[in-house]
Structure formats: C-alpha cells, structure tokens
C-alpha cells in the first residue's frame, strides 16, 4: 500500500467505464485508495463506491491491467482477491464476491467492480470494506486489511496490515 497519494494512476479505466455505460453506472462517493498488491504483480486501487437500491459496488482498478498470457502462466482466477462488509447496523451482508473487471490484456489499468454482497441502508454510516489478498499470494510489501467508510459523503480509511 503507498502512503504517497502523487504514486496513484489517474482514474482512466474508471472514467473510460463509466462513459461507455453511458450514465446507467455512477460513482456515488468518489475516492482513489491504493489497496496494495493483492494480486501478483498488479495493486489495486479503490475508486469509490456505487450505492445503488440494487446493491453496493466497489469500483476499482488493477494497476497494470493483466499482461499478455499472464492468466494461461499463472491461473484463471489469481487475480481473485476477496472482500467481506459490515455496517455499523448490523445489516447483513452476502459474502460471494461477486464481479467483474476489463479482462483485455496489456493496458495500464484495468477497470473492476466488486459486489458489496447488498444493498447499503441510507441509515448507515460507517461501513467497513475487509481486504484479502488473493489465495495463495502474499504481498511483499504492506497492504490495506480495512477500509473505513465514513456515510454519506466520506472521508475514507485505509487500515494497512501489519
């Protein structure tokens, strides 16, 4: 995880997303958190979060996007890092990690989406983001464990592991 907010990519794959959805998709609470390495070779980056009636969504990219042949050489789900959430209501929330991201290969960052498992209740206002690196893989180098979401408008926490 950098604690240097200049070494974060601008939001390109984001924005590039969000303009082909056409304002179907948005971006409620707007923030660029670098996660750290939790996939082999790539960071990942928070960009904020969708907050829809449909369920919560996590928009992120992975910096660099996958390289050419990386999925055959290294597995088809290594890039597969997990989340879990809670509120400060208790709202339940389903663990499957769900999503998608921009699986074309050699661009600088490719845009993701993680399913927060549910809908956030407008009452909330604290939720925590739980961060794991994919299996198998251990970061060299610290990364975000928790971050924290102050509801409705921020600020955000990242709590970096160990």
């Known amino acids: ?16 997303y969000l303009a082909r959805m056409g304002g179907s998709r948005r971006i409620d609470l707007a923030f660029d958190v670098d996660l750290g390495e939790l996939v082999e ?10 907050l829809s009636d449909g369920g919560g969504v996590l928009h992120y990219e992975l910096v660099p996007g996958l390289r050419p042949g990386e999925t055959a050489a290294k597995g088809s789900f290594f890039w597969y890092w997990m989340l879990s959430v ?20 050699g661009k600088a960052a490719a845009h993701g989406v993680r399913d927060l498992g549910g ?20 970061p060299p ?8 979401v102050a509801l409705p408008d921020g600020p955000v926490t ?4 160990g």
Do not use: K, Q
Not at 2 to 15: K, Y
Not at 119 to 133: Q, S
Not at 141 to 148: A, F, I, Q
């Open 158 to 161: 990242p709590h970096p592991s």
């Open 86 to 105: 809670e509120d400060d209501l208790g709202t339940p929330y389903l663990d499957d990690n769900t999503g998608a991201f921009d699986p074309e290969e």
């Open 41 to 50: 070779g790539h960071r990942v980056v928070a960009r904020g979060l969708e």
């Open 119 to 138: 809908a956030v209740p407008g009452e909330a206002r604290l939720l925590r983001i739980g961060l794991r690196p994919a299996e198998g893989w251990t």
């Open 1 to 16: 995880m950098t604690g240097d907010p200049a070494a974060i990519p601008p939001r390109t794959a984001t924005d590039a």
């Open 141 to 148: 180098r610290p990364w975000c464990r928790l971050l924290e």
